[in-house]
């Protein structure tokens, strides 16, 4: 999982794009990531969607992107919260959980 923002300095009514994409083995079809906690300060788009996965006798991989368009409405310094996503690793025989850093 690798999440980032397009910029992390901006005056109101501008606009930042936080894209979360997932990527690796398995179901990325049936995979869901969780919507980020956003700022109220911040008018939150439905995101862009958009899926690259390939099929093989070895299985399903591939990546799934998630692309939100945020735009502040009032000065500030604002913190988005880390991005958590769990998922079965088979290999492993264990949930195991993917974070994000917290961006400011």
């Known amino acids: 999982m690798d999440v980032s923002l397009s910029r992390t300095e901006l005056t109101a009514d501008e606009s930042v794009t936080l894209k979360i994409v997932l ?13 980020p906690e956003i700022p109220q300060a911040f008018e939150l788009f439905d995101p862009k969607t958009s899926e690259k996965i390939s099929t093989t006798a070895a299985g399903m991989r591939g990546k799934k992107t998630y692309e939100y368009l945020l735009i502040p409405r009032y000065n500030g310094t604002y913190k988005i919260p880390a991005i958590s996503f769990s ?3 088979t290999r492993a025989e264990r949930y195991k959980t993917l974070t994000s850093k917290e961006f400011e």
């Not at 990527?23 to 919507?35: D, R, S, T």
Request: charged share 30%; proline share 6%; no cysteine.
């Open 23 to 35: 990527q690796g083995e398995g179901n990325i079809k049936l995979a869901e990531l969780p919507k």
């Open 87 to 89: 998922y079965f690793d």
